[in-house]
């Protein structure tokens, strides 16, 4: 019970990794608010979580609101105090990733993906930060960033900046917040199969490419990011802020 009585916000918490999550800080003893798109298709899954969540003993409430709205983060904050009380745990993880080549990449797709990935993560964490400052007992913030923070991607060029922008926001936040001993820490995780890249990874070629680079010599699945996730919220971290822990299975450092 590592995160008992806490009470912990993620976004992007319907599906993937956020999903993953959402249930392990339950088990681990922590209320959740659950943030997504807002999407019609999206609402039944965020119902079976709520439902698996309380199943699990804990209580669950969700928020469907776009992430890139920079009033999104006062709205999952507005519903953490409301629901439970308070705000112990920020997890930003949302995002999107659609793959697109460079040279024609449309400026829709920048824009919504740099709004949806960092614009509205920087308010978020401010609304969620600002909130723990005034309950006054510090709390953690965790960005599900991506080993794209660290290498380039050709058809990534959107999405890396913006992982690369989440690393260092934690980074920077951890030194902002430090007096309220709220602390700042980054995710990378790198292959790990989910909706996101369900159509690139359809490729079986390059699939079985991103296995063979591998060092543990598997795709990551949703489960994998759920340990490093708590462990970051919880006080077995009490000293940890402004660090990152790639969770890649080992591919980063497989380059020779
Ligand atoms: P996923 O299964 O596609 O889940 C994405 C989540 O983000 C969903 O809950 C989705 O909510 C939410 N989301 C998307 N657009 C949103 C918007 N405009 N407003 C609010 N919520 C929105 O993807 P995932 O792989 O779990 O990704 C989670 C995070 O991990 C992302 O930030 C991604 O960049 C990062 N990451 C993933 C990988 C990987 O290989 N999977 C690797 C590195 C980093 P809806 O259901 O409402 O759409």
Do not use: W
Not at 88 to 106: E, Q, Y
Request: glycine share 12%.
């Amino acid at each position: 019970m590592l995160l008992e009585g806490k009470n912990v916000i993620i976004t992007g918490a319907s599906r993937g990794i956020g999903r993953a999550a959402a249930l392990e800080c339950a088990r681990q003893g922590a209320n959740v608010v659950i943030g997504y798109s807002g999407s019609a298709s999206s609402t039944p899954l965020v119902e079976a979580l709520i439902q698996d969540i309380r199943s699990l003993g804990r209580d669950a409430t969700a928020v469907g609101a776009p992430a890139g709205d920079p009033d999104t983060g006062g709205k999952l904050v507005e519903a953490a105090v409301s629901q439970f009380g308070s705000v112990d745990v920020f997890v930003n993880n949302a995002g999107i990733c659609p793959f697109h080549s460079f040279l024609d990449m449309p400026r829709e797709t920048y824009l919504e993906t740099v709004n949806t990935n960092l614009n509205g993560a920087y308010f978020a964490v401010q609304a969620a930060a600002n909130q723990m400052k005034r309950q006054g007992r510090g709390g953690a913030i965790i960005a599900v960033s991506s080993i794209s923070a660290l290498v380039g991607g050709g058809m990534q060029t959107h999405y890396t900046p913006t992982k690369a922008g989440l690393l260092s926001l934690m980074q920077s936040c951890a030194i902002a917040l430090g007096p309220y001993n709220i602390r700042c820490n980054a995710v990378l995780p790198g292959t790990i199969e989910t909706d996101i890249n369900k159509d690139d990874l359809s490729d079986t070629k390059k699939r079985d490419a991103m296995i063979s680079r591998t060092p543990l010599g598997r795709l990551g699945k949703p489960d994998d990011l759920a340990g490093p996730i708590v462990f970051l919220a919880s006080e077995m971290a009490g000293f940890v802020t402004g660090a990152s822990l790639l969770v890649d299975g080992g591919c980063y450092v497989n380059l020779q």
